[in-house]
């Protein structure tokens, strides 16, 4: 069973930006696909990025070119760096976590885009 544990959500202004972090306890880790989903209310779970093994990326098309995935295999940690927030990005965001078709999820942080 992989952990993994979310943080950096928070309250920001529209035009902002926030970095979450999940950090897995997975020493194998780097064979593991890793993304972040998002939740808003009333909505379906949906893909906000995704990166895998090798460093390949995707992203929603809502967000992409101002927010970015990066992985630290060292620190077995996924980032999803925000800017640019909009209203529309309010939801709660969960990690995920795919090897071989065995999916974790994380508890989900939330994100909320205010003024």
């Known amino acids: 069973q992989v952990q993994l544990v979310e943080s950096g959500g928070g309250l920001v202004q529209p035009g902002g930006s926030l970095t979450l972090s999940c950090t897995a306890s997975?020493?194998?880790?780097?064979?593991?696909?890793m993304g972040w989903y998002r939740q808003a209310p009333g909505k379906q779970r949906e893909l906000v990025a995704l990166?895998?093994?090798?460093?390949?990326?995707t992203y929603a098309d809502s967000v992409k070119g101002r927010f970015t995935i990066r992985r630290d295999n060292a620190k077995t940690t996924v980032y999803l760096q925000m800017n640019s927030l909009e209203p529309e990005d309010t939801a709660v965001y969960f990690c995920?976590?795919?090897?071989?078709?065995?999916?974790?999820w994380g508890q989900g942080t939330q994100v909320t885009v205010s003024s």
């Open positions: 990166v895998t093994r090798g460093g390949t990326t």
């Open positions: 997975e020493i194998f880790f780097s064979l593991y696909a």
């Open positions: 995920y976590s795919n090897f071989g078709g065995s999916i974790y």
